[in-house]
T-cell receptor
Framework: NAGVTQTPKFQVLKTGQSMTLQCAQD?????MYWYRQDPGMGLRLIYYSASEGTTDKGEVPNGYNVSRLNKREFSLRLESAAPSQTSVYFCASSEVRGNTEAFFGQGTRLTVV | QQQVKQSPQSLIVQKGGISIINCAYENTAFDYFPWYQQFPGKGPALLIA?????SEKKEGRFTISFNKSAKQFSLHIMDSQPGDSATYFC???????????FGSGTQLTVLP
């Protein structure tokens, strides 16, 4: 039972490069989320998708774009990476917005040099 | 601004002791308060959660205490074990928004 799968697990980018983080869930969840985790700051919501075909900004959306490709997949794109985007990125999914368990992937550790 | 404040940042407890982590929130619209546990190299996983209509919820050695008037909630880990060593995050959400707001995390170390 895979749950939430993120790729890649590690990535090093040069400033200005672009990349897409991939996320897929096999639990038939409606809602999906992208968070970033930085030391001493917990997890902060970048974007979320309450259902297939919808996306909304979270707390820290600047510099990112997302695509809800279908019910299973939710990707996060960095168009022009900056050192401030060095972080660990987590994708999560849940069945119903807010009040049910959010399942997290294992994370993508991104370093921008 | 940080809507959920968590303390302490780190905690060291002897095996068998009680670990206590505290959180305070500002937004009175929050109506769901989960705690997540994260081991190194892994994503967070739900540990226990509470709704504001109850003041306490217990699951095994883990208990959430909730004080609605003070806008505070805490996690108590009884009989702490070395396997409990992890980072713990409190969180809060508003059902209609679908967004979890996390505290800054507490790194718990349980000494054998």
């Amino acid at each position: 039972n895979a749950g939430v799968t993120q790729t890649p697990k590690f990535q090093v980018l040069k400033t200005g490069q672009s990349m897409t983080l991939q996320c897929a869930q096999d639990m038939n969840h409606n809602s999906m989320y992208w968070y970033r985790q930085d030391p001493g700051m917990g997890l902060r919501l970048i974007y979320y998708s309450a259902s297939e075909g919808t996306t909304d900004k979270g707390e820290v959306p600047n510099g990112y774009n997302v695509s809800r490709l279908n019910k299973r997949e939710f990707s996060l794109r960095l168009e022009s990476a900056a050192p401030s985007q060095t972080s660990v990125y987590f994708c999560a999914s849940s069945e119903v917005r807010g009040n049910t368990e959010a399942f997290f992937g294992q994370g993508t550790r991104l370093t921008v040099v | 601004q940080q809507q959920v404040k968590q303390s302490p940042q780190s905690l060291i407890v002897q095996k068998g002791g009680i670990s206590i982590i505290n959180c305070a929130y500002e937004n009175t619209a929050f109506d769901y308060f989960p705690w997540y546990q994260q081991f190194p190299g892994k994503g967070p996983a739900l540990l226990i959660a509470i709704r504001p209509d109850v003041s306490e919820k217990k699951e095994g050695r883990f208990t959430i205490s909730f004080n609605k008037s003070a806008k505070q909630f805490s996690l108590h880990i009884m009989d702490s074990q070395p396997g409990d060593s992890a980072t713990y995050f409190c969180a809060a959400s508003i059902y209609s928004s679908g967004q979890l707001t996390f505290g800054s995390g507490t790194q718990l170390t349980v000494l054998p």
